[in-house]
């Protein structure tokens, strides 16, 4: 009986370590690998370097490749996905001849087309000073201009945003990012235009793009305040956001052979990824690569968070007017008063289980989250409490009426960045009336 049990207790033991095994080495399964289009400085990697893939996100948009035993995060445009490592040689291959080198367009609006011709179709319109990527080079129609055929070569190239294409090396500044001298020469002006343009825009939270296309613009987070600071005439570059404040000291700032400026004296490091978007990165304490996006908006975020703020307050000012005191046999009076402030007696039977003991009987009120489209069939919004008596914020789905207000606890874990969409499984459900009636 004991060689039996021992017989099962080693096979369990095996059969674990083989579980833990294969999960751990499932995770770092290689789906296939990937060729650098565009060099990746903050990576030390360069065109046509070549990089295992573990998982390829659609939601991110990003593949995660394994890099020196670290797992790290490349946007999907920045690499070519092969299925084997034969096909990535024969992709290299392909692109050999201008593995190295760049291009700083001379033309405003020049069009990249989907053929080698001057007829093809546009697919996208290059703004000038623009670098793009040489892939490589293609057989097309002669461009004539004046009777006379142009010199130069089609060639297919890629935008730092993934955009792909033909265009005529007429109108490009063709440069070697291996030779840093032959870059500064033949891209001297254009970098100049480009890192003046880079000091004098301003640089905000890549999120707040999001927030703006979402129509979910939360003030606390959207402020002038936030951003990245080059510090041109200062010497110091800030990152300022609501939970990160970092200042880097330089003495100049370059241009590398791979295309990113480097803020001399500083580990930071900037990179253009389109036209109205920067990766800023540095390394840490830890010696850990940290990126952070900063966007230019042709919106001024002030004005957007002042609209929310008065549409939230326009909000709170309906629950004034149509009460303000709404009454509950169950859950007590609620009253609200100007200026975001409520008191709430009778409330016990929710405590301790939504309100903390001890909590007294006002504090301030404000709408602070957003909810899904889902959800406002049935809802207006989210409320938050604050007892003055409690550290922590209460939120409950609100609906207001002439009859009165409803409103359904929220957990917190049913909020994701700013906005509920989910609703308990068991709601806990509140109803109270206008003066003079009762729920």
């Not at 289009?37 to 659609?58: G, H, K, M, Q």
């Not at 069939?377 to 209460?394: A, P, Q, R, V």
Request: proline content about 4%.
């Amino acid at each position: 009986m004991k060689k039996l049990r021992c017989f099962y207790n080693t096979k369990l033991i095996l059969t674990v370590l083989c579980f833990v095994f294969f999960t751990i080495t499932g995770c770092s399964k290689k789906i296939g690998y990937g060729v650098v289009n565009w060099s990746i400085p903050e990576y030390n990697l360069t065109a046509s370097d070549v990089v295992p893939i573990l998982v390829r996100s659609n939601i991110s948009k990003v593949y995660i490749a394994e890099l020196n035993k670290q797992k790290i995060e490349i946007p999907l445009w920045q690499l070519t996905f092969c299925a084997s490592k034969r096909e990535a040689e024969a992709y290299i291959k392909k692109t050999a001849e201008y593995r190295s080198v760049y291009a700083a367009v001379k033309l405003d609006g020049l069009p990249l087309r989907s053929t080698p011709d001057n007829t093809g179709k546009q697919v996208y319109r290059l703004r000038e000073s623009q670098i793009v990527k040489v892939l490589w080079k293609g057989e097309g129609a002669p461009v004539i201009a004046r009777d006379k055929p142009l010199e130069g070569d089609w060639l297919y190239v890629m935008t730092n945003d993934g955009t792909r294409g033909w265009c005529f090396s007429y109108n490009l500044f063709m440069y070697d990012e291996g030779e840093p001298s032959v870059s500064r020469q033949t891209t001297e002006t254009v970098a100049d235009e480009i890192l003046t343009s880079i000091l004098k825009s301003r640089w905000y939270p890549e999120y707040y793009r999001d927030m703006i296309r979402k129509k979910q613009i939360d003030p606390e987070r959207m402020t002038d305040n936030f951003g990245f600071f080059p510090g041109e005439g200062t010497g110091v570059a800030r990152i300022m956001l609501k939970d990160e404040q970092l200042a880097f000291s330089y003495t100049g700032i370059t241009k590398n052979r791979m295309g990113a400026y480097q803020f001399e004296g500083s580990p930071l490091l900037l990179q253009i990824r389109d036209s109205d978007t920067i990766a800023v990165n540095y390394t840490d304490e830890k010696g850990r690569v940290q990126i952070r996006y900063f966007i230019t908006l042709k919106e001024d975020p002030q004005e957007l968070a002042q609209a929310e703020t008065e549409r939230r307050n326009d909000a709170l000012q309906t629950l004034v007017t149509t009460g303000p005191v709404f009454n509950s046999v169950n859950y007590g009076v609620l009253e609200f008063t100007d200026g975001g402030r409520f008191h709430w007696k009778g409330y016990q039977v929710l405590s301790p289980a939504i309100i903390p003991r001890g909590a007294g009987n006002s504090g301030s009120v404000a709408i602070r989250y957003f909810i899904s489209a889902k959800l406002k069939t049935e809802y207006m919004g989210i409320l938050s409490f604050k007892f003055d008596g409690s550290g922590d914020w209460i939120d409950f789905f609100y609906t207001v009426s002439k009859q009165g207000v409803k409103l359904e606890y929220v957990k917190p874990e049913n909020i994701t960045d700013g906005v509920a969409s989910v609703r308990s499984l068991n709601p806990v459900i509140l109803f109270f009336g206008t003066e003079g009636t009762e729920e």
